[in-house]
């Protein structure tokens, strides 16, 4: 006897409706509802291709093109009624074309399967999202450029294992993320070229029957070529996996950012300030300005490796082709996305806002005897003496210093002497901070002229691509 309320998308094959927790566990509407309009573009795209191979005929297709235009603005404005027992969004909106068209819609799924429209419809949403991530990345990068150009010659620490190394400027600290930004565009730009290819027309692992011009397709759906192997086409999750590892290493550069600022908004550093926009308060604290919006930011890397973890466990064991737990790849994907969208919109807003506090960064750039480097190659230039020696040579004036309890530009030139009696006056010129800085002349160094350069060309380059956007 068969069940009344038996899945009819399915056919004859099934005589019963599923168990309540089958139908729970199997439904993915509630999450892959977001690729509604994807899911419809891909359809219409079809469509057209089925008619003009002649599979099926203009009229069935000027219906489903009709029919699919109404449930996109029904979508669009929030109306569509989706329903979990058609489990996903390719039932729910192939049930609703048929609901408005009638026997039409049932010859859109000819020469494809669920297996390669969701891989297509998947495929179209990341590419939709390195898009989006590019232009953001992009204006992240030229807030940090534009920061950079103000202050390339306002002067700070520059660390190594977080003890002051050697001085630089808060540009050239900035640009470095620059660098790091534009590698992690790179990184999704490349994802993007590997992942557009298209893989409809593989149907379910085998291909078609069907004389389906798979080209079209294709170039009407901005792909570079058709997939080239069918069983890899609907198997490949490759594509998801890449944007991940790139959205975990970009999260993990968005994370060393917002470390910095919230040690430097410390009044321990005193190096930043931000503004009400990017803090918040404490509830029983009234002097506390904490800032949220880095640390946040900073937590967010977690949950973007966590997804790549997890789909990378997903798809360690699976046999090919399709194997439903592939269905476990687009939530964690979406959470993904949508935390590192958040993280870089608050990054970017952190960098508009941030002032430095000159004063601060320039007393703390002298802590730790940080000139010690130029006074070492001022050794080695002016004396002709090999640097190991003058390494050690400078490691015990260093420690006179500090027996003294002063800075190295303020000890005597008589107490250096004792220590190599042919150092003269001229040692002074290069143990400040500003002339240690500004003598790193050399390419991607830390002198004023080349971080305003640098930056300067950043800005440029970024503004006309944002522009022209």
Not at 389 to 398: D, F, K, R
Not at 437 to 457: D, E, F
Request: aromatic share 6%.
């Amino acid at each position: 006897m068969t069940d009344g309320n038996a899945n009819q998308m399915w056919g004859g094959r099934f005589q019963m409706s599923p168990a309540e927790i089958m139908e729970q566990i199997n439904a993915s509407i509630d999450f892959d509802k977001r690729m509604a309009r994807e899911d419809i573009v891909g359809s219409k795209v079809h469509a057209a291709m089925l008619s003009a191979t002649g599979i099926i005929t203009d009229g069935d297709r000027e219906a489903i093109d009709k029919g699919l235009d109404q449930i996109l603005g029904e979508v669009e404005a929030g109306s569509f009624a989706y329903s979990r027992a058609l489990e996903d969004v390719h039932m729910n909106i192939e049930a609703r074309l048929k609901e408005l068209i009638g026997e039409p819609a049932g010859r859109l799924h000819t020469a494809r399967s669920r297996n390669d429209q969701v891989a297509t419809d998947f495929r179209l949403y990341i590419r939709g999202q390195l898009d989006l991530f590019d232009r953001a990345l992009a204006g992240l990068q030229l807030a940090l450029a534009r920061k950079a150009e103000t202050h390339a010659a306002t002067v700070m620490p520059g660390f190594t294992h977080l003890q002051p190394a050697q001085p630089v400027t808060f540009g050239h600290h900035l640009l470095a993320y620059v660098e790091m930004f534009g590698r992690d565009r790179g990184r999704l730009q490349d994802a993007r070229r590997r992942l557009n290819e298209c893989p409809l027309g593989s149907a379910a692992l085998a291909g078609t029957s069907f004389p389906i011009d798979r080209e079209q397709t294709a170039r009407e759906l901005g792909f570079d070529r058709p997939t080239a192997n069918s069983l890899d086409s609907v198997s490949d999750r490759d594509f998801v996996l890449e944007t991940l590892a790139a959205a975990t290493i970009c999260a993990v550069h968005l994370s060393r950012l917002s470390e910095e600022i919230v040690l430097w908004v410390t009044p321990q550093f005193g190096f930043l300030t931000l503004s009400d926009r990017f803090t918040t308060g404490s509830s029983i604290m009234p002097q506390k300005r904490n800032p949220d919006a880095a640390e946040l930011c900073r937590a967010k890397v977690g949950r973007i490796s966590g997804a790549m973890q997890s789909l990378v466990l997903i798809m360690k064991g699976l046999p090919l082709a399709y194997s439903k737990d592939m269905q476990e790849d687009k939530e964690v994907a979406f959470d993904a996305l949508d935390s590192l969208r958040l993280a870089v919109s608050a990054a970017t807003g952190m960098a508009d806002d941030m002032q430095p506090v000159p004063e601060a960064m320039r007393r703390a750039a002298g802590y730790g005897y940080s000139t010690a480097t130029d006074l070492a190659d001022w050794l080695v230039r002016e004396l002709k003496m090999p640097f190991r020696e003058a390494h050690h040579v400078t490691g015990s004036i260093v420690a006179l210093a500090e027996k003294h309890g002063t800075d190295l530009n303020e000890l005597p030139l008589q107490a250096m002497q004792a220590v190599e009696a042919r150092i003269t006056e001229g040692i002074f010129s290069v143990l400040s901070v500003e002339n240690s800085v500004s003598s790193r002349m050399s390419y991607g160094g830390t002198a004023p002229h080349n971080v305003h350069k640098m930056a300067a060309k950043w800005v440029g380059e970024l503004e006309i691509e944002l522009k022209n956007v």
